[in-house]
């Protein structure tokens, strides 16, 4: 049996608002990532998926929980003991502009890991590394000396991708890498990362809210909601039996290219709108929008547990929905 790389154990991240009040951004959320594999953590804008990531490697201190990596606890490492471990962790930005200093050239902004862990013992074996980075993501030479104003979108996310493998690390955060960019250039972006991916052992944690593209890029997926995993599957069994209200939702929306098939298709329309993360009640976070609730749900949060082989979810009424009992 493969151990995991990433084992992330009710991990919780909560920021003080003032007035007494505490929104509960990320509130207890486990799940495993294993070695070469891609994980894929999808939900809602303001669901908590990039907190998580961020909380995961640490650039946000956690609230609570456990993090282990290759089996050691890194949220009991102190900032210099972190230090050591900082660079098998990395993590590609959702905005390729703002992410980019524009005040430094294309070389030092790919260089700045190798100048923050010393990686490199001349000059010229700092410019070798740049340069060997930037044919990596299919840029050339001539690039290292301009700035980033010069370079779309499209160009700016492969230098920040350059700037993730400077340290060849083994675990990757993919925060919404995509998200702003051309449809024409996320599916060339998703390809880069599934050959860096097949030629350098990488283990991603991909984050979107664009769920065809998740699936395409992702081995198993998790799928947030105001801080909660609601269920957790294999991509393919996932996108073909999704069992939360929640995922059945959100998987009714993705368009099929099909205009017969999308034409006589049921979709599933959400009341009511997304409830506050601040000081939430003790219940489903779910249950204002679910078809399925009952007064359990409105009094008792469900235990994220396994349903059937490796298809994980959190939901007082799986049992009836797998069986399809309910109405």
Not at 129 to 156: D, T, Y
């Amino acid at each position: 049996m493969v151990e995991p790389l990433i084992s992330v154990r009710n991990i919780k991240k909560y920021f003080d608002v003032g007035k007494g009040k505490t929104l509960k951004a990320v509130d207890g959320i486990s799940f495993d990532i294993y070695p070469g594999e891609t994980f894929g953590l999808v939900g809602e804008s303001g669901c908590g998926k990039s907190t998580a990531g961020r909380t995961i490697i640490r650039l946000y201190e956690p609230t609570d929980g456990e993090v282990y990596f290759n089996g050691e606890n890194i949220y009991k490492l102190s900032r210099s003991e972190m230090n050591r471990v900082r660079r098998d962790f990395q993590m590609i930005f959702q905005d390729p502009y703002a992410s980019l200093n524009p005040r430094m050239p294309v070389e030092d902004i790919i260089a700045e890991p190798l100048d923050i862990h010393k990686a490199y013992k001349s000059q010229k074996e700092r410019r070798d590394r740049v340069i060997e980075l930037l044919k990596l993501v299919g840029l050339n030479e001539e690039h290292a000396q301009r700035f980033p104003h010069e370079f779309s979108g499209g160009q700016r996310q492969r230098i920040g991708i350059a700037r993730a493998l400077a340290l060849n690390p083994k675990f990757i955060v993919c925060d919404e890498p995509i998200s702003a960019l051309d449809v024409s250039i996320q599916a060339q972006i998703v390809n880069l990362l599934k050959e860096l991916q097949k030629d350098f052992g990488l283990t991603y944690l991909f984050i979107a809210h664009d769920l065809s593209m998740v699936r395409y890029i992702s081995d198993r997926v998790g799928v947030m909601y105001l801080g909660h995993m609601m269920e957790l599957a294999t991509s393919e069994e996932l996108y073909s039996e999704p069992i939360h209200p929640y995922t059945q939702a959100l998987l009714s929306a993705i368009p099929i290219p099909d205009p017969e098939i999308q034409r006589n298709r049921q979709r599933i329309i959400l009341e009511g709108d997304v409830p506050s993360p601040i000081d939430p009640k003790e219940n489903c976070r779910f249950v204002d929008r679910c078809r399925f609730a009952t007064d359990r749900c409105r009094m008792e949060i469900p235990e994220f547990r396994e349903i059937k082989k490796d298809h994980f979810v959190a939901c007082h009424r799986a049992e009836e929905i797998l069986k399809g009992n309910i109405s």
